[in-house]
């Protein structure tokens, strides 16, 4: 049964994304709808296996580690999993509806869509850093061939600077990944942390773990190396934006963090979980202060994105030398704003799409009136900003909820100044968009009215993250879930 | 579980539901949204209604799951819930009627239905929440619902009053979260309990409970619109008559209001904070609210603004009474949230009626009013003495019986506050008065519009008229035990003792 669905899981993204090379577009997206089914039915199956029996170790082929692939299927891998699974296919289909089929260009949107999909699961399932690597560069050369997809010579312009950031990032890691090899002769992760815990030499080590997170962190488009993320964000089409933010970048941050929980013992310091924590709070400002001044909407959702990023990052500070619990409690908070921020996010692109398609325009104040035409995409879209701003019952709340008991339990009273001063300033860009929204006064009385199909998947996926805080523990215990026999964390 | 236990989810499902389907349906079935809204609107009523009888009778309904790891979602029916859930449910019926009439052939009604409809589960949310953390959570969900409300016109001004709105509410709800996280990090979560949960604690408590109290009532404060945090009320008022009659009397600034009697009564407990030094400093914002208020309010010279002054300083007896301390004075305090907001919906009501029927905003255009709208004019005039304290209307028994609670206590200065208030409320009341009974029309109505058989359509006449019956019944049966009164002094008999 595992065998199945490890098999399904990690193969046919591969398979699809062959398959649907070959065919046009509209061939191709038949197939990704039915590849999509799959893949969502083998998710969940997985989910539930984990939360029914625990998670385990898996040995691809047979083959035991260190020579062979080993993969690790914990309860935090099989909700990102599923989460993946989730935002995916909500923007596969509305993807389906809303590019232009007879654009020659756009059918290359599905084989790279599922790449992008294989190299996730790699990423989440991952245990060796090799694999990660892998997993990490088929993700970012499908992402970066999905920016292009917009056509336009700025896409073209926005996509070249995702690639030259991407490529230095994955440097960064891979540089970082030799030195480790050099040192231990070990690729997996779980062998490096033994060898440190048993006091291996060090310097080089803290040097490797410095590189790879610089890496990642580029990747993730952490402050100040946000700038290739809004315009890469802002010109591809929406369904791609919406993957771009909701689960790409997170892809290049579950590493990060998974390299620090288990490495931050012997290798990290006081200075650089502080530096990641600042950089990340910068972001939340700067990345908000700047939604909150762009003329254009996918602009403002897109620098939104660089300020919810730096919620993450608050993981570093609060898991360094603290206690087990509050440990634990920044790392359900990490969880809980990476789903929720890319449920929401996925959303706020596609009703954001929505509209544009709507008014005509991206200008955030050509939305006048819109609030008449199109309350249903409005309506998600707003509700997707309860998220991002962090109000109860959203899954924001529950994340940053439980990033102040983390912060208040460790004394670091001030990332206090973070989570709430953020919080407002994501409402003051949510609500410019609104109040552009109610304005009465417009001149414009024709608007074009998408699909209802197209307003329905953004509400889903709105809702899914509104209900995300009263689910919460639930969700968590899952992800707590570790390996039945009782190994790794 | 049995049923009844799910009574406060169901008291809330009721308008929640009424708002995704009002949400669905199209925008021109107006009669289906009417008959969508009236039904849920009595169906909530009656099930409030059940709650009340089963509360009376020593019942406590609720339920509880755990939401995110060391904190609970608590629904749950007290006394105390039932004052402000009653109190929510019964206005919410005649505001719903008295909104179909008014908003009749205006556009975006769906919208603006749909969000009334929010406001109204969020506010029973918040009578019924069980914890600070439940009763935070339906506090912004009510912050959120409100905004397209204030903002449904749509002009310059509604918007800007709607930015200014939300940069106060949302700021004093960060201000809150702050203080419940602060709270939850050193005392866990925390049940809303009767006599609180830090009677004789420790002297290390005593000054981080100071502190944490202050923020928490900071951040109710603004919605309570205490001084200096009051800004956004008057502004609020370009809203829709309906709106503005919800924001003043049931929603928003009860909310706040409300919230800090829970604080005071259920967290920290009235003789805990009393010990701690806080009850005198709340009680003297209280009482300067109370003069600031009505000293505003004499030189507004449009309707509307000057009853939202009054607003600001009325809401303010009901935290003056809670510092009382003595249960006579408490149930002042806690009465005039349901008297309060009885008199401020008659009066908001009937300003909307002048400015429907005869396009009157300012109060100088409203001289000869009373011939022309009768039964309107009673109606207002029934409101405003009984703001005035005028016996034996509804307003006279919270100052009566706040009055005796003070001298009860030895706080014999309240007595002046009471005093000059009321001899405020009168000197900007009667001047209005004066001008719709007395004086005689000058100039033509603005915008007069025959709307009906009546003065005016029967939907904007049937409300105000309710609600000046229930301000007199409030006020000539205090003493039976179903009046506020009455049941006020079962919730201080369970709250304080006797």
């Not at chain 1, 946000?226 to 290049?252: C, D, E, Q």
Request: with cysteine; charged share 10%; hydrophobic share 55%.
């Amino acid at each position: 049964m595992t065998l199945l669905l490890m098999a399904g899981l990690l193969f046919t993204p591969l398979a699809w994304a062959v398959l649907t090379l070959l065919a046009g577009f509209r061939r191709g997206r038949g197939i990704t709808w039915l590849g999509i089914v799959i893949q969502v039915l083998v998710s969940l199956a997985l989910w539930a296996v984990v939360a029914g029996e625990g998670g385990f170790q898996y040995p691809l082929g047979g083959w035991q580690a260190p020579l062979g692939i080993e993969l690790r299927v914990d309860g935090l891998a099989v909700t990102f999993v599923l989460l993946t699974a989730l935002v995916a296919a909500a923007s596969g289909l509305h993807a389906g509806f809303y590019l232009d089929p007879d654009k020659q260009w756009h059918r290359y949107f599905w084989p790279l869509f599922w790449f992008l999909w294989a190299g996730l699961n790699v990423v989440w399932l991952g245990n060796d850093l090799f694999n990660l690597y892998v997993g990490l560069e088929l993700i970012s050369l499908s992402a970066v061939g999905l920016v292009a997809l917009g056509g336009q010579a700025e896409a073209l312009r926005a996509a070249i600077r995702y690639l030259m950031a991407a490529l230095l990032g994955s440097l960064a890691y891979l540089l970082g990944v030799a030195l480790f090899y050099g040192q231990f002769g070990s690729l997996s992760l779980s062998g490096i942390a033994f060898a440190l815990s048993h006091g291996s030499a060090q310097g080089a080590a803290g040097f490797a773990l410095i590189l790879m997170l610089f890496g990642l962190a580029l990747k993730t488009a952490l402050y100040p190396m946000h700038w290739w993320l809004p315009p890469a964000h802002g010109i591809a089409r929406s369904p791609v934006s919406a993957l771009l933010s909701a689960l790409v970048v997170k892809g290049s941050f579950y590493i990060a963090a998974r390299l620090w929980l288990e490495l931050e013992a012997p290798l990290g310091s006081l200075a650089l979980a502080q530096l990641l924590g600042i950089l990340g709070s910068i972001a939340v400002f700067w990345g908000g202060w700047q939604a909150l001044r762009q003329p254009k909407l996918k602009q403002v959702v897109a620098y939104s994105s660089v300020a919810q990023i730096g919620y993450l990052f608050l993981l570093f500070p609060l898991t360094w030398n603290t206690t087990e619990a509050v440990a634990l409690q920044a790392q359900q908070a990490m969880t809980l704003q990476v789903i929720s921020h890319a449920l929401a996010k996925a959303a706020m692109f596609l009703s954001a799409g929505n509209l544009i398609l709507s008014v005509g325009s991206n200008r955030v104040n050509a939305l006048a009136g819109v609030s008449h035409f199109l309350p249903f995409s409005l309506f998600s879209f707003g509700l997707a900003g309860v998220s991002l701003m962090g109000l109860p019952p959203t899954g924001g709340f529950a994340a940053k909820w439980l990033f102040l008991q983390a912060s208040l339990a460790t004394g670091q009273w001030w990332w206090l100044v973070v989570l709430v001063g953020g919080g407002l300033l994501s409402a003051a860009y949510v609500f410019r968009v609104y109040r552009a929204s109610f304005v009465e006064d417009s001149n414009i009385d024709h608007f074009f009215h998408p699909a209802r199909r197209l307003e329905i998947i953004p509400m889903v996926l709105a809702l899914l993250s509104l209900g995300l805080g009263l689910i919460a523990e639930p969700v968590l215990s899952v992800m707590a879930l570790v390996f039945a026999n009782g190994e790794g964390t | 579980m049995t049923a009844s236990a799910l009574l406060p989810v169901f008291a809330l499902m009721t308008s929640l539901t009424a708002a995704i389907i009002i949400f669905t349906l199209p925008e021109q079935k107006h009669r289906l949204r009417t008959v969508v809204n009236l039904t849920a609107a009595l169906l909530k009523l009656l099930l409030v209604g059940l709650m009340i009888w089963g509360v009376f009778q020593g019942r406590e309904y609720g339920v509880s799951f755990t939401m995110v790891p060391g904190v609970d979602f608590v629904l749950r029916a007290d006394a105390l819930a039932m004052l402000f859930a009653g109190l929510s449910a019964a206005l919410w019926l005649l505001t719903t009627v008295y909104a179909v009439g008014y908003l009749e052939g205006s556009p975006n009604r769906s919208r603006f239905f749909g969000f009334f409809s929010l406001c109204v589960a969020s506010t029973m949310g918040i009578a019924l929440a069980g914890n600070l953390f439940t009763f935070f959570l339906f506090y912004e969900m009510l912050t959120l619902s409100t905004y397209p409300l204030v903002v449904h016109r749509g002009t310059q001004q509604a918007l800007r009053a709607g930015r200014t709105y939300i940069i106060y509410t949302l700021t004093g709800g960060a201000v809150l979260l702050l203080g419940i996280s602060l709270l939850h990090s050193f005392a866990g979560d925390l049940p809303f309990r009767p006599g609180g949960h830090f009677a004789g604690i420790g002297p290390d408590l005593q000054a981080p409970l100071s502190i944490v109290f202050v923020i928490l009532i900071a951040g109710l404060g603004v919605k309570a619109a205490i001084v200096p945090l009051h800004g956004w009320l008057p502004t609020a008022m370009v809203a829709p008559a309906p709106v503005s009659a919800l924001l003043h009397a049931v929603a928003v600034v009860k909310a706040g209001a409300f919230g800090i009697v829970r604080v005071v009564f259920e967290i920290y407990g009235l003789e805990t904070a009393n010990a701690l030094g806080l009850l005198s400093g709340l009680a003297a914002i209280a009482a300067f609210t109370i003069v600031y208020g009505s000293v505003r309010a004499l030189s507004q010279s449009d309707l509307k603004r000057r009853l939202a002054f009054s607003t600001v300083s009325q809401v303010s007896y009901i935290i003056l009474g809670l510092c009382l301390l003595g249960p006579v004075g408490v149930a002042g305090g806690l009465v005039h949230l349901v008297h309060q907001g009885v008199m401020k919906i008659t009066l908001f009501f009937c300003a909307g009626n002048y400015a429907e029927t005869l396009g009157i905003h300012r109060i100088d255009e409203l001289d000869g009013a009373g011939r022309r709208m009768p039964a309107t004019s009673v109606a207002f005039t029934l409101a405003a003495f009984g703001m005035i304290g005028t016996p034996p209307l509804a307003g006279f028994i919270t100052k009566w019986t706040m009055g005796t609670g003070a001298l009860a206590t030895g706080m014999d200065w309240v007595i002046a506050v009471l005093v000059v208030s009321s001899l405020l409320n009168a000197a900007y009341f009667l001047p209005v008065l004066n001008r719709i009974w007395f004086r005689e029309q000058k100039d033509p109505w603005t915008e007069e519009r025959q709307w009906g058989r009546f003065e005016t359509s029967a939907w904007l006449l049937w409300p105000p008229l309710v609600t000046a019956a229930f301000l007199v019944l409030a006020g000539v049966l205090a003493s039976a035990s179903f009046s506020p009164l009455g049941w006020v002094e079962l919730i201080v008999a369970r709250e304080v003792g006797p």
